[in-house]
């Protein structure tokens, strides 16, 4: 059993992800099933964190399909190009939205998600999946957190290849 320390309220955001880096490379470096490492790895961030909802969304043909996360209920499916996770999916690059609500086709899953930050995972000039992170507060997100959550990114693609299989069931 893994336990993600990190004492939040005596270190800098950045300090917070240099911790939490090495304490997730560790928690998936035996795990070989993504679902599992998917899942830790929101329920980290969350943890760390406390982000208002972190998951996952994996591409399937011309959507993204919910994968595992930790919050409230979620939408299940987006198309491709809609709504934040939609636009980085399609774009193949992270945004950062300070605002929800100024986002032009926002997709509302839950009316407390004030800002957002989605991190595409992207091979071959596709995406495989994005990481998606809500907040209740408004400009939560900068560069600092696009920096680290795209290493995030980095360290379970470097895991888990470009396979992940098409049925979650597998």
């Known amino acids: 059993m893994h336990e993600i320390h990190g004492n939040p309220m005596a270190m800098t955001k950045a300090e917070q992800y240099e911790s939490l880096l090495p304490q997730l490379a560790a928690l998936i470096e035996h795990e070989t099933d993504w679902i599992a490492n998917f899942a830790n790895t929101a329920a980290a961030l969350r943890q760390v964190f406390d982000f208002f909802w972190v998951g996952f969304y994996v591409a399937r043909g011309q959507e993204l399909v919910l994968g595992p996360f930790q919050g409230t209920v979620a939408c299940t499916r987006i198309a491709w190009g809609k709504g934040v996770c939609g ?40 995406c495989l999946w994005v990481l998606d992170i809500d907040s209740t507060e408004l400009n939560t997100f900068d560069n600092t957190d696009a920096h680290y959550l795209e290493q995030i990114v980095t360290l379970l693609v470097d895991k888990h290849g470009t396979y ?5 069931s597998t």
Not at 89 to 107: M, W
Request: glycine share 2%; proline share 7%.
């Open 87 to 126: 636009a980085a999916a399609q774009h193949l690059t992270t945004f950062v939205v300070p605002d929800v609500e100024q986002f032009e086709g926002h997709i509302a899953c839950s009316s407390l998600s004030k800002s957002e930050i989605v991190v595409p995972a992207v091979a071959d000039r596709q």
């Open 164 to 168: 992940l299989p098409t049925s979650l």
